[in-house]
């Protein structure tokens, strides 16, 4: 474990120190998220200006669930997109045979290689809105509900993290996979607005087949404090599944890797 | 005179379709990402849902076959009027590959509007499957859009397409200077993303900011020609002339940079 961690800060600090070449990004990276931001409240405030509501959730709850998407969009750019974005191009190149042949686990290695600060914005105006809009909707910072939120939120990263590995890990078959990662997340923009709010038909779609569910609601419900057991034990327990699927399905996709342009 | 201009015509002619072809046939073999490209724009039924939903409790001053008609148009609309010239050109002109093709007798920019048509042409049997399953879904949202507006329809869609490729490919001039440009794309798409028409029709918007909207370039590259094809009335005239407008204040914009940034070119990096 201390080596894995001794690893990562090496990992991390040699990343940090490669994109820090290009500072003029940090700028245009805080602007654009910045104004992704102030777009997509505007695009709430159309929703509610009539005196209308977002499936039952009050305007305060749908910041929440929108915090949490920037939050989950800022740790996607900073840690999922750089790192499973190369899977393809090891497969193609046939340099996985050296990821494979290290010391260390094969899994870790291309899920925490780099670091981009890019992201980091993101994560700080996500959990800034956070912070905002739970003050403002009135939810108290008990220690229960603290507990539950960071449950809640570490379930929805792992979640996260297992479709997008899931989906570059499928490269080892499909070269080409890169796209199904952007068709993911132009699904899971979905994530931006509180479930409830769609129809039955896409609401099931949301749950079962992409939990976006899971991504943003819920965990905004447990900040909000609102939790009940029964949706704190389902996160739990398809974070805990989803994991344990992105790993085996690691383990079998590799007995199909047989090295460049598998 | 005459004859030498019948030359250059077909000269043309024959260069056009050289290019067109050999790109489709190019495409033809990234069909299946191209699948996943048009897949990606799953946006517009996203906010269908959303909207139709708060339009079952009534009160947008919008029937919810409209809005479904909208959507699915705005969607097809979005499919033939991507833009990526900028990502392209960034990798060409990182790798040197630049260099061959400025050799060439051709205008370069040719080559890379051939190749979005032919992408898009790779797209199109792809995009009517979709279309028909939302129909087979939603069969009450069914119509079919008179000769005239479908006629209408695709022209203001080939004008949107044109005034965004203008746009991005102005911004594509940044990429002789630095080596990171396409960064600037993301900063051109917001304004695109949330003024076009894409997360929402502009008849939905706060009069203030749809009037606003209607001094930028972007409504006519969505919302416009989407409207156009759900068979809504449309200031026709007004639109093409505004598009025309935006198109002759970036060009020479576009061919200042293109001669400085050739100028500059070193072969290799930026």
């Not at chain 2, 020479?252 to 070119?265: A, K, M, T």
Request: with cysteine.
């Amino acid at each position: 474990m201390g080596r894995y961690l001794s690893t990562l800060r090496i990992f991390w600090i040699a990343s940090l120190t490669a994109e820090l070449e290009y500072k003029a990004n940090f700028v245009i990276e805080l602007v654009a998220t910045a104004g992704n931001l102030v777009g997509s409240i505007f695009v709430l405030s159309l929703f509610y200006r009539r005196g209308q509501s977002l499936g039952g959730w009050s305007w305060e709850g749908a910041l929440v669930v929108l915090g949490v998407y920037t939050l989950l969009e800022g740790v996607t750019s900073t840690l999922l997109q750089p790192n499973l974005s190369t899977i393809v191009a090891h497969v193609r190149t046939g340099s996985l045979d050296f990821v494979l042949l290290k010391p260390i686990d094969s899994q870790f290695w291309l899920s925490a290689r780099t670091f981009s600060p890019w992201g980091l914005p993101g994560i700080a105006l996500g959990a800034g809105l956070i912070g905002y809009a739970a003050w403002k909707a009135g939810a108290s910072p008990a220690p229960l509900t603290l507990l539950a939120a960071a449950l809640m939120l570490v379930a929805s990263l792992l979640i996260l993290y297992s479709l997008w590995f899931v989906l570059a890990a499928s490269s080892i078959w499909f070269v080409k996979i890169w796209n199904a990662t952007e068709v993911l997340r132009s699904v899971l923009v979905a994530g931006r607005f509180p479930v409830s709010a769609f129809p039955a038909g896409l609401r099931a779609f949301f749950t079962f087949v992409v939990p976006v569910a899971f991504l943003t609601t819920v965990p905004a419900e447990a900040i909000l404090g609102r939790a009940t057991g029964p949706w704190l034990l389902a996160g739990g327990a398809v974070a805990a599944g989803s994991l344990v699927v992105s790993r085996w399905f690691w383990q079998f996709a590799l007995r199909f890797y047989t090295s460049a342009s598998s | 005179m005459r004859r030498h201009l019948r030359q250059r015509l077909a000269h043309a002619r024959r260069i056009a379709a050289v290019l067109l072809s050999s790109q489709y046939a190019y495409m033809l073999e990234y069909r299946a990402e191209i699948v996943l490209w048009a897949l990606s724009g799953v946006l517009p039924f996203i906010m269908l849902g959303l909207w139709s939903a708060v339009d079952a409790s009534g009160g947008l001053g919008m029937g919810s076959l409209q809005l479904a008609r909208y959507f699915l148009a705005a969607f097809v609309v979005r499919q033939f009027t991507i833009v990526w010239v900028m990502y392209t050109f960034e990798e060409d002109n990182l790798t040197g590959r630049l260099s061959p093709y400025l050799l060439q007798p051709v205008p370069l920019v040719w080559r890379y509007v051939a190749a979005h048509l032919s992408e898009q042409a790779t797209r199109l049997p792809f995009v009517a499957m979709l279309v028909g399953l939302f129909f087979l879904l939603y069969p009450a949202a069914f119509w079919w859009p008179s000769f005239s507006s479908l006629l209408l329809a695709v022209l203001a869609t080939l004008a949107a397409f044109a005034l965004r490729f203008l746009m991005q490919f102005t911004l594509t001039m940044v990429c002789f200077w630095s080596e990171k440009a396409s960064a600037l794309e993301r900063l051109l798409y917001l304004p695109y993303l949330y003024l076009s028409g894409l997360v929402a029709p502009l008849a939905l918007y706060p009069e203030g900011v749809r009037n606003f909207a209607f001094w930028t370039p972007f409504p006519y590259m969505v919302d416009v020609p989407a409207r156009i094809l759900a068979g809504e009335t449309v200031p026709v005239l007004q639109s093409f002339a505004a598009m025309a407008a935006w198109a002759a204040l970036l060009l020479p914009i576009n061919l200042l940079l293109w001669r400085r940034g050739l100028r500059h070119y070193s072969a290799m990096g930026a």
